[in-house]
């Protein structure tokens, strides 16, 4: 049997806003589990957690089970991708390191044939031109030290309360979904690619455009979605 590929988003680990699903990382793991052995490739395409900071003998304890079934994934031969998010930019060498999961900001892979371009899609829509200026000042050397010497339970308690304002901010954002699908298909004639796939809008869907398929994974807070590649096609699935 021919394997798979599977892409999800936007699992915003590690906080429940109103609504969320129950167990939803436990959910999460058993789907990684689930595709073991059938999977050649896992991307996730950004914000897998919440919020995300490696310290040097620092990390997050409420993640184990997932961190375990990442690499099992990888020990039975999946290739395993993590793109940075908005939420989760700070990665370090932790998942490269000791899961064997490789981390990016943008990709290209080539699958059953086919090019296919990730990235999360944050700082795609003209509205999100103040957080492309608050990114550059988060992810300035200097900061991200000054951010290293606060305790850690402290440093996650504060990205929280951050994030939880962001989001409050975020939601009341109208979504403008021909502005991702313009840059999508300028994506996939620049890399001439067959697919361009992202996230952070939280829509799940495919969209044909010019050159190709634009698609997106949707998300893992209310209603898990998640996209499988077989025999060089896209295929939308619900959890």
């Not at 390191?97 to 899609?121: D, M, N, P, T």
């Not at 979504?175 to 699908?181: K, T």
């Amino acid at each position: 049997m021919e394997s798979c590929a599977y892409f999800i988003s936007d699992a915003h680990l590690g906080v429940n806003p109103p609504g969320a699903l129950p167990d939803r990382e436990k959910m999460l793991v058993d789907f990684l589990a689930s595709i073991k052995g059938r999977a050649s490739h896992l991307v996730v395409v950004g914000d897998l957690f919440e919020f995300w900071y490696e310290y040097s003998d620092y990390v997050n304890k409420n993640h184990m089970e997932l961190f375990f079934t990442l690499r099992e994934l990888v020990q039975a031969g999946c290739e395993v991708h993590i793109l940075r998010g908005n939420h989760d930019f700070a990665y370090g060498d932790f998942f490269p390191k000791a899961l064997g999961v490789q981390v990016h900001r943008s990709l290209i892979l080539e699958i059953q044939g086919k090019r296919v371009y990730f990235h999360h899609g944050d700082g795609v829509p003209k509205s999100d031109f103040g957080y492309r200026i608050m990114r550059r000042v988060l992810d300035f050397p200097l900061n991200r030290f000054l951010f290293k010497q606060i305790h850690p339970d402290w440093g996650m308690a504060l990205a929280r309360f951050v994030g939880r304002n962001s989001r409050k901010i975020g939601e009341s954002r109208k979504i403008r979904l021909e502005e991702y699908l313009s840059w999508g298909k300028s994506v996939l004639k620049r890399n001439n690619c067959d697919f361009c796939i992202h996230g952070h809008h939280h829509l799940a869907g495919m969209w044909d455009v010019e050159g190709g398929v634009v698609a997106s994974p949707g998300e893992w807070i209310w209603k898990p979605a998640f996209l499988r590649m077989e025999k060089g096609g896209l295929i939308l699935e619900n959890l």
